[in-house]
């Protein structure tokens, strides 16, 4: 850690000067890290503010790797709480956009050629602007519309930086404070920096969204922007120009009718993902989607994405099954099913909160029941029992809610549990079909024919002339019972040596008090049994002394 801070020392000053500046100084100071960095004096106004609003004035003023940080953070609603998880949702990529100088040396540098010799077009003002890159219309030689996504100059080896300090930073305040520990901070910042580092290869992200545009082909009233891998690498993405209205704003002006036809539209689409498909864009946010002029639907922007086992999608279409159908029971056992605990669980109080919780949406019209907020609060509860669901189905919870945010301006009306039944019947019913159901016999099969085949070859390694040979070596158990002898022997030994001192104390006393003389007063009794008396004492002070349990 020591030489972390002294190769990164202008960071780590930048960073714990935020920390005191916003509020925060009492984690530098916990951390002894106060010595550090030279006294910095806090903003007096953020004292009134709660400690979930300083976290985001922190991740504000660091920058675009702590800025992307807290928005992917902002999707584990079961590892991190609530109040911090809403003022994470309210970071924003509010970054100022570089210049096209430095876009055409990245251009250059990246594809070999200057971008006048590569671009028949490039427009030097930015259509979009993000903390990673940013996004320039353009147009190939061939006169096609694209979309040219350029990543920052150097962002990459910025965000290595930070994202070593924060793990440095992490593992140090789980080592020295117990509410970070608790959180298990270090597991999500790892958790994240993983996200984050995908993001930072456009290549990724083709990939992605070339995927999606296979899932979809079928489906013509969903369009994909198709990839130019020519004009793509790890720091470019060369794609094609959507022409549509933003959905935002196609919002504010389409006849309710229109709207209704998108909403739906808009559901099926990302269902087909979820369920079907199993693989969903993670981020579908209003400036991610499009409305073309001919009401089709455009999707772009696939650096967050979502994947489901094919278990966990059943479980999720049993889910929306057992949510239609009221039955809590099932919603239980699948929400224990899917989650794991490093910590035994009090199934009683948990079975108990997640009761209460469905059964406040019992009462509520279908229609009117929030799956995303449904889904939110069960993450709520693995929070509170310190239950670690799937990375994927946290980031589903957040997608579903974005979904039911874009639906409240397209159609109040429209329930997304109605809309996610079929889709969750549609799977059970592929689960039973003949063909599935002789697919996972022959995987159980392969699996079995697995272990038996491991099994066997444990077995013949303690085998032997067909019988089985146990040795079981215990070598304390001679040096146990050697030295239980030696306490019993001792034991026995002070034993005898009392009852020798009780009788000779019973023969003095005896001859003290009595007159009648017989051949065992003539002997000298007393003279012989203190003798031996302190000869048997002094052999037991003996032995205790030379085996060292005095």
């Not at 933003?246 to 229109?258: G, M």
């Not at 499009?290 to 999608?313: C, N, T, Y």
């Not at 001859?511 to 048997?536: D, R």
Request: charged share 25%; net charge neutral; proline share 4%.
């Amino acid at each position: 850690m020591i030489g972390k801070r002294l190769k990164y020392a202008q960071r780590y000053q930048e960073i714990l000067t935020a920390l005191l500046k916003n509020g925060l100084g009492f984690v530098v100071k916990d951390l002894g890290l106060l010595g550090f960095k030279r006294k910095a004096e806090a903003d007096s106004t953020m004292y009134s503010k709660s400690i979930a609003e300083r976290i985001r004035s922190v991740l504000e003023e660091l920058g675009p790797t702590f800025v992307k940080l807290g928005q992917l953070a902002s999707t584990r609603v079961d590892l991190i709480p609530e109040n911090i998880i809403k003022e994470l949702e309210k970071l924003q990529d509010n970054v100022a956009p570089i210049p096209f100088s430095d876009v055409e040396k990245i251009i250059k540098k990246e594809l070999g050629q200057p971008a006048n010799d590569l671009f028949l077009e490039v427009n030097d003002r930015p259509i979009a602007s993000a903390s990673i890159g940013q996004v320039h219309y353009g147009k190939l030689p061939t006169g096609q519309e694209v979309a040219i996504k350029v990543q920052r100059p150097n962002i990459e080896e910025k965000i290595d930086i930070d994202l070593q300090i924060l793990s440095d930073l992490t593992n140090l305040m789980e080592e020295k404070l117990e509410w970070a520990n608790n959180y298990r901070i270090s597991e999500i910042v790892e958790e994240v920096s993983r996200s984050l580092r995908l993001e930072l290869d456009y290549t990724v992200e083709a990939w992605n969204g070339e995927k999606i545009a296979r899932q979809l082909k079928e489906h013509p009233n969903y369009i994909i922007p198709s990839i130019h891998w020519e004009y793509t690498t790890k720091r470019i993405l060369t794609m094609d120009y959507i022409s549509g209205t933003r959905l935002r704003d196609y919002a504010k002006n389409a006849s309710e009718a229109e709207k209704k036809l998108v909403a739906k539209q808009f559901v099926e689409c990302m269902f087909q993902q979820i369920f079907i498909d199993g693989f969903f864009h993670g981020d579908p946010h209003p400036g991610n989607l499009f409305v073309l002029p001919d009401k089709r639907m455009a999707l772009i922007d696939f650096g967050m994405i979502g994947r489901l086992s094919p278990s966990m999608k059943n479980d999720l279409a049993s889910v929306i099954i057992a949510l239609k159908n009221r039955d809590i029971n099932e919603v239980i056992f699948l929400f224990l099913k899917l989650g794991q605990s490093s910590e035994p669980i009090d199934n009683d109080q948990i079975y108990a909160d997640i009761e209460v919780l469905i059964e406040m949406n019992m009462d509520i019209p279908l229609q009117q029941i929030s799956l995303a907020n449904l889904i939110n609060n069960l993450m709520e509860i693995s929070f509170k029992y310190r239950v670690r669901m799937p990375a994927d189905l946290t980031i589903l919870a957040k997608t579903l809610l974005t979904m039911e945010g874009i639906l409240s301006h397209l159609d109040k009306d429209l329930s997304i549990i109605d809309m996610a039944h079929p889709f969750g019947e549609k799977l059970i019913r592929e689960r039973l079909k003949p063909s599935k159901i002789m697919k996972e016999t022959r995987n159980k099969l392969r699996e079995i024919q697995t272990f038996l085949t491991q099994l066997m070859k444990s077995g013949s390694s303690i085998t032997k002339d067909g019988k089985i040979h146990v040795e079981i070596s215990v070598p304390e158990v001679k040096n146990l019972s050697k030295k239980l002898d030696r306490v019993t022997n001792q034991l026995s030994f002070s034993i005898i040596l009392l009852a020798f001192s009780i009788m000779m104390v019973g023969l003095v006393v005896g001859a003290s008090i009595s007159n009648v003389k017989t051949f065992l007063w003539n002997f000298p009794v007393v003279e012989v049994g203190g003798v031996v008396a302190t000869l048997m004492f002094l052999w037991l002070l003996f032995s205790i002394l030379k085996h060292g349990k005095f």
